[in-house]
């Protein structure tokens, strides 16, 4: 079993208190120019640290992520990067996957890190997670792996995404790890209450947030659930300022005594805005709840 060393308490882990994800940056269609000018407006608001995975963007986003990184030497020095690997997809860009699965092998981390290092075009990623549980994940090995990896230099902090407390509970016990990322909005409650947020307050681990707005659900005009969900947070929205639907959900989340790091998805500065707004209300107890209670359907039991 590996030794878990003091060096690697999770509170040693330092994110900007917002995350930018570049989850679609794929998508958003940006040439060099405006991924730099993103990445740039995203520091300007404070938001150091750049949220990605292996195979985001069919394995295109981190490529061109690093390609604006290339442009602008010494910025990589000023920003965090988080990056996770273990998916593994059917895609023309990885021949040999069959189908797709789950593996977090000591070999296939390492090609994953390596990957992403080259892709990227840096030298270390400040935090690497295992993207979702692998049911065959051997703890003892996946433990060994981190530890090489971070004594290599090419892993500064490792944690997991997507488990359950009892799987984070395994691999924890064999390696520290820094943090769990999961979903959670209005629209997605069961991390307050499955143990998840639980564990993280015992075990010191702020977690990071992605989908803090539903994957975008919570603008849906069609969609019953997410317009009462909508309408509450406006209302709650007008007693601190006039502050927006997007700003009260992210401030909803930070009300949380886990302290956790949202993940933004949005490739408008707008959108990364509306985030970083957030970090200067605080919502009473009694609105935390009317926005719980609207996302449940019900009221406290």
Same mark, same amino acid.
């Given at each position: 079993? @590996? ?32 991924? /730099? %000018?993103?990445?740039? !407006? ?25 390609? =604006? ?5 010494? /910025?990589?020095? &000023?920003?965090?990067?988080? @990056? ?36 990227? &075009?840096?030298?270390? /990623? *400040? ?10 994940? *051997? ?20 944690? $997991?995404?997507?488990?359950?407390? @009892? ?15 999961? !979903? ?12 998840? /947020? ?39 929205? %007008?007693?601190?300022?006039? =502050?927006? $639907? ?28 509306? =985030? ?13 709840? !009317?926005?719980? %209670? ?8």
């Amino acid at each position: 079993m @590996s030794v878990i060393s003091a060096s690697a308490d999770p509170s040693s882990l330092q994110l900007s208190p917002i995350v930018a994800g570049a989850w679609r940056m794929a998508e958003w269609g940006f040439d060099v120019g405006q991924r /730099l %000018q993103w990445i740039n !407006e995203a520091l300007a608001l404070g938001i150091d640290s750049f949220d990605h995975a292996d195979i985001y963007g069919d394995y295109r986003v981190e490529s061109l992520f690093g390609e =604006a990184l290339a442009a602008q030497p010494g /910025l990589r020095d &000023r920003i965090r990067i988080v @990056s996770k690997c273990g998916i593994k997809l059917t895609s023309a860009q990885r021949p040999a996957h069959r189908i797709k699965s789950y593996h977090t092998s000591a070999e296939h981390v390492r090609t994953s890190v390596e990957n992403s290092l080259r892709a990227l &075009r840096t030298d270390r /990623l *400040d935090l690497l997670l295992i993207h979702r549980p692998d049911l065959l994940m *051997d703890a003892d090995a996946l433990a060994l792996t981190f530890e090489q990896l971070k004594a290599a230099g090419k892993v500064l902090h490792v944690g $997991v995404s997507n488990h359950t407390p @009892s799987q984070l509970q395994l691999l924890n016990a064999r390696h520290r790890l820094a943090t769990h990322q999961i !979903e959670l909005s209005p629209l997605h409650l069961p991390p307050l209450d499955d143990g998840t /947020l639980d564990q993280c307050q015992l075990l010191g681990m702020r977690p990071m947030i992605w989908s803090p707005l539903g994957g975008g659900r919570l603008f849906a005009a069609d969609d019953a659930h997410a317009s009462r969900v909508r309408e509450c947070l406006a209302a709650i929205g %007008q007693r601190h300022g006039g =502050a927006s $639907v997007a700003t009260m959900a992210y401030a909803w989340l930070l009300r949380h005594p886990s302290r956790p790091w949202p993940v933004t998805g949005s490739g408008r500065v707008q959108g990364l805005r509306e =985030a970083v707004a957030a970090l200067s209300i605080r919502l009473g107890a009694e609105e935390w709840y !009317e926005v719980w %209670q609207v996302g449940a359907g019900r009221e406290v039991a």
